[in-house]
């Protein structure tokens, strides 16, 4: 049994990344939580603006939210009945990545789901959006799904790494996971900027990751590109590749999410799914 965060604000881009998720775990056992937090306002200072009393927030933001998560359960419920799912809501005020970070460790969430702009993918991290704070803050691995996808057959995967380090164990078994579920092709890639070789710690790493998957269908390709964003996509397109994975370490509140080194800006115009995992 999965248990799946999907964070709603009630947009077509939320329930997208909701609908992408029930079709992606179709054959799977879960427990979808959707859960709406209510954003404290802040002031400039980035303080608190305002205390609201548990009589008000209860009465009013917290009611008005709930009657908001039964109609995405109506909506649900008109879809096609899957009995492996169960779907459970809950309205929060406060802050999403402090609310998020107490669910998947309450919850024991193994995935959380959230829409991102299609058209500037993670573009959207370096101006600080829920979704690039979740990915940023929030220890879980995050599939982030373009306003604009459609769920289909996953097919063939695509796996940017700069082969720099070692993925643990959790990682590998994570992306396994994805193998045996979609019966998918991996594509491991790596971006060669200047034309160089891999070094000997890179082709050690490689080695490890095509050997860990040797039972499975999995491929490397090297790109040589002065631009790994444009590399990348350009690779995504000619492939056509249904899904991306990237690994993501986390760094501590004030330093930004590091992807496998400058992949950070990965996708900025892909209409495809990404998977972050977090070590």
Same mark, same amino acid.
Request: some cysteine; glycine content about 4%; proline content about 3%.
């Given at each position: 049994?999965?248990?799946?965060?999907?964070?709603?604000?009630?947009?077509?881009?939320?329930?997208?990344?909701?609908?992408?998720?029930?079709?992606?775990?179709?054959?799977?056992?879960?427990?979808?939580?959707?859960?709406?937090?209510?954003?404290?306002?802040?002031?400039?200072?980035?303080?608190?603006?305002?205390?609201?009393?548990?009589?008000?927030?209860?009465?009013?933001?917290?009611?008005?939210?709930?009657?908001k998560l039964e109609q995405v359960?109506?909506?649900?419920?008109?879809?096609?009945?899957?009995?492996?799912?169960?779907?459970?809501?809950?309205?929060?005020?406060?802050?999403?990545?402090?609310? $998020? +970070?107490?669910?998947?460790?309450?919850?024991?969430?193994?995935?959380? %789901?959230?829409?991102? @702009?299609? =058209? &500037?993918?993670?573009?959207?991290?370096?101006?600080?959006?829920?979704?690039?704070?979740?990915?940023?803050?929030?220890?879980?691995?995050?599939?982030?799904?373009?306003?604009?996808?459609?769920?289909?057959?996953?097919?063939?995967?695509?796996?940017?790494?700069?082969?720099? $380090? +070692?993925?643990?164990?959790?990682?590998?078994?994570?992306?396994?996971? %994805?193998?045996?579920? @979609?019966? =998918? &092709?991996?594509?491991?890639?790596?971006?060669?900027?200047?034309?160089?070789?891999?070094?000997?710690?890179?082709?050690?790493?490689?080695?490890?990751?095509?050997?860990?998957?040797?039972?499975?269908?999995?491929?490397?390709?090297?790109?040589?590109?002065?631009?790994?964003?444009?590399?990348?996509?350009?690779?995504?397109e000619s492939r056509n590749l249904?899904?991306?994975?990237?690994?993501?370490?986390?760094?501590?509140?004030?330093?930004?999410?590091?992807?496998?080194?400058?992949?950070?800006?990965?996708?900025?115009?892909?209409?495809?799914?990404?998977?972050?995992?977090?070590?």
């Amino acid at each position: 049994m999965k248990n799946i965060l999907i964070p709603t604000d009630f947009s077509q881009n939320a329930w997208n990344a909701l609908s992408y998720g029930i079709s992606f775990f179709k054959k799977t056992h879960c427990v979808f939580h959707i859960v709406h937090v209510n954003s404290i306002n802040t002031n400039a200072s980035g303080e608190a603006a305002m205390y609201v009393s548990p009589e008000i927030l209860e009465e009013t933001i917290l009611a008005e939210s709930n009657e908001k998560l039964e109609q995405v359960v109506k909506k649900i419920e008109r879809l096609p009945l899957n009995p492996k799912h169960e779907f459970r809501t809950l309205a929060l005020y406060g802050f999403l990545t402090d609310h $998020l +970070k107490s669910e998947v460790q309450e919850k024991e969430i193994d995935l959380i %789901i959230m829409g991102t @702009k299609g =058209s &500037t993918g993670l573009k959207a991290v370096s101006i600080g959006s829920n979704t690039g704070n979740v990915i940023t803050k929030v220890p879980c691995t995050v599939l982030a799904v373009p306003e604009q996808a459609s769920y289909h057959r996953i097919q063939e995967i695509g796996f940017p790494s700069d082969f720099q $380090l +070692k993925h643990q164990l959790k990682v590998l078994d994570t992306i396994k996971d %994805i193998f045996l579920m @979609k019966k =998918s &092709t991996f594509r491991f890639l790596y971006i060669s900027v200047k034309g160089e070789e891999m070094s000997a710690l890179q082709l050690k790493n490689k080695t490890h990751l095509l050997d860990y998957f040797k039972d499975m269908e999995c491929s490397f390709h090297l790109v040589t590109g002065k631009k790994i964003d444009e590399s990348i996509q350009c690779f995504t397109e000619s492939r056509n590749l249904d899904m991306l994975v990237m690994v993501a370490k986390n760094l501590n509140f004030l330093e930004r999410i590091l992807f496998r080194p400058t992949v950070e800006k990965i996708s900025y115009h892909t209409k495809i799914p990404f998977m972050v995992i977090h070590e």
